[in-house]
């Protein structure tokens, strides 16, 4: 995951084609009634969904349950055919879940902070503008991969994002806990930041399955070509 939003996964595209021709030679074994080849198939299948699965993102997770839906089409078929052995024991005994998405989802519900390792210790540390500028220009960045419409001259400039979004990041500040004379004391981008780190936050907590892109949303098109705010 260090790769971040970057991250490539080339294997998974085969690894499913794979999986599509241990069914077809399933299918040829059942229809010669050749089950316990046909069973060697489907364990097959099956541990390769198993080991494809256990990774740390929901993509690879759902590359997984598809080869596992393949794989159980063929289990349908077989024991439905006349003459095939009985495998209610066999399947019973498979992990419930089969596949666990947990892991992923905990991973990707703190994908942000992977992303933008300085994010995640704003209420404690201050940011140098620098800083600030660095993870804007990132944010800035990725929003306008999620455009269709041209960024106009300035759109992303941070001291410009910092100043248009301070009223509304200083309104939320004081009616979520900090007092006045804390927001005063930090610099107007910190500030601005802590507000959209903790609108992501609350998206966390609404159990947003896109959290991470609420916040680069909400803190970057939004002062881009559209205008709209994206915000929770």
């Keep these: 995951m ?15 084609d794979i999986v599509r021709y241990m069914a077809v030679q399933a299918r040829i074994q059942i229809a010669e009634r050749n089950f316990e080849a046909a069973i060697r198939s489907l364990q ?13 993102t929901l993509i ?11 794989a159980v089409k063929r289990v349908e078929e077989l024991i439905q055919t006349p003459g095939a052995p009985n495998l209610y024991w066999a ?26 390792p300085s ?16 993870v804007i220009k990132e944010i800035a960045q990725i929003a306008e991969t999620m455009m269709t419409d041209p960024v106009p001259a300035g759109g992303n400039d941070p001291d410009e994002i910092a100043k ?15 007092t006045l004379k804390q927001i005063e004391a930090l610099p107007d981008y910190q500030a601005v930041l802590l507000y ?5 936050e609350q ?30």
């Design 119 to 134: 994010l995640a210790d704003l209420e404690t540390k201050t940011l140098t503008q620098s800083q600030y500028q660095s």
């Design 164 to 178: 248009a979004d301070y009223p509304e990041a200083k309104q939320y500040l004081l009616t979520h806990g900090k």
């Design 91 to 116: 399947l019973t005994g498979l992990p419930h879940p089969f596949i666990d998405v947990r892991k992923s989802m905990e991973q990707e519900s703190r994908f942000l902070y992977l992303v933008f």
């Design 196 to 200: 959209h780190v903790r609108m992501y």
């Design 60 to 70: 690879i997770n759902l590359v997984g349950i598809a080869m596992g839906d393949v």
């Design 203 to 232: 998206g966390r907590g609404y159990g947003c399955e896109n959290a991470q892109a609420n916040m680069v949303l909400s803190y970057g098109v939004r002062h881009m070509a559209t205008g709209f705010h994206f915000g929770w």
């Design 44 to 56: 097959t299948g099956f541990a390769m969904t198993d080991h494809v699965a256990d990774g740390s």
């Design 2 to 16: 260090s790769e971040g939003l970057n991250l490539q996964i080339p294997e998974a595209g085969p690894m499913r």
